[in-house]
């Protein structure tokens, strides 16, 4: 049960998203084959992701650190909570058996920048983020497609219920141990030096001339497609809503 600042079903969501990452992380391992016996080792069913270009190496290396953007919104939970997924964060590496002397280098670097963002310290994501280069201009009507194609992606799992196993299942948590995995995670963020995370990038990042050449084309006038995204699901959900049968009350409303 979720703490009383917290409703139940925030704190219930909260778990699914970190889940949903790690998933895509665990995805993203066995696409560039890190672990030749993961499917033994990962702890997630990853048969919900759908994209068909999903197991391309090079495409999952620019999808997976934009499914980061979702632990990023992750932030916004009170820190009790934000402690609780880095323990489960160190109950997944207990459980995958990943260790310094077995990771290999892009890896570690991801695990120092998922539990860097589990502590609240995105920096450096952000500023990556909106310097990375990108394939569709956000002015485009594909790029905005692409972003759709995502929120609808989201949507149709929460429809379907998975959100609903944690609160119901208890193996919602992972079963590794806490205090070794984060030994174990210790380890590996010391096996990796400064300079060697910060020359390290979520994302392809734009040079300076690319990016007085994307703010020329942005414009004045640019929607942001994200946030446009977000609108137009909302009103979607709410006009399901107000459109579902029976018809919903006013105490409903409330």
Same mark, same amino acid.
């Given at each position: 049960m979720s703490p009383?600042?917290?409703?139940?079903? =925030?704190y219930d969501y909260a778990h699914w998203q970190f889940r949903h990452v790690?998933?895509?992380? !665990? &995805?993203? /391992?066995?696409?560039?084959?890190?672990?030749?016996?993961?499917?033994q080792r990962k702890q997630l069913d990853n048969s919900s992701i759908k994209r068909k270009d999903v197991n391309d190496p090079q495409k999952i290396e620019r999808t997976f650190p934009t499914m980061l953007g979702f632990l990023r919104?992750?932030?916004?939970?009170?820190?009790?909570?934000?402690? =609780?997924? #880095? =323990?489960?964060?160190? #109950?997944?590496?207990?459980?995958?058996?990943i260790t310094a002397e077995n990771c290999p280098a892009r890896l570690r670097c991801y695990l120092v920048g998922i539990h860097e963002i589990l502590e609240g310290e995105t920096e450096k994501f952000d500023k990556e983020r909106k310097n990375r280069k990108r394939e569709l201009h956000p002015n485009s009507p594909e790029y905005a497609e692409k972003v759709n194609e995502g929120f609808n992606?989201?949507?149709? /799992?929460?429809?379907?219920? !998975?959100a609903d196993k944690i609160k119901e299942?208890? #193996?919602?948590?992972?079963?590794?141990?806490? @205090?070794?995995?984060?030994?174990?995670?210790?380890? /590996?963020?010391?096996? /990796?030096?400064n300079d060697e995370y910060q020359t390290f990038h979520f994302?392809?990042?734009?040079?300076?001339?690319?990016?007085?050449?994307?703010?020329? &084309?942005?414009? &004045?006038?640019?929607?942001?497609?994200?946030?446009?995204?977000?609108k137009t699901n909302s009103i979607k959900e709410i006009n399901q809503t107000l459109n @579902?049968?029976? &018809?919903?009350?006013?105490n409903d409303l409330s």
């Open positions: 009383g600042d917290l409703p139940d079903d =925030e790690i998933m895509w992380l !665990e &995805k993203y /391992i066995e696409v560039v084959n890190y672990f030749p016996d993961w499917p919104l992750l932030v916004y939970n009170p820190p009790w909570l934000l402690t =609780e997924l #880095k =323990e489960e964060f160190y #109950k997944w590496i207990n459980a995958t058996g992606a989201i949507n149709e /799992i929460l429809e379907s219920g !998975e299942n208890e #193996k919602g948590r992972f079963n590794g141990d806490t @205090q070794q995995g984060r030994e174990a995670f210790q380890q /590996i963020a010391n096996s /990796i030096s994302f392809p990042q734009m040079t300076s001339e690319e990016r007085e050449e994307y703010k020329r &084309k942005k414009g &004045k006038n640019n929607v942001d497609p994200i946030l446009h995204s977000w @579902q049968k029976p &018809k919903i009350t006013n």
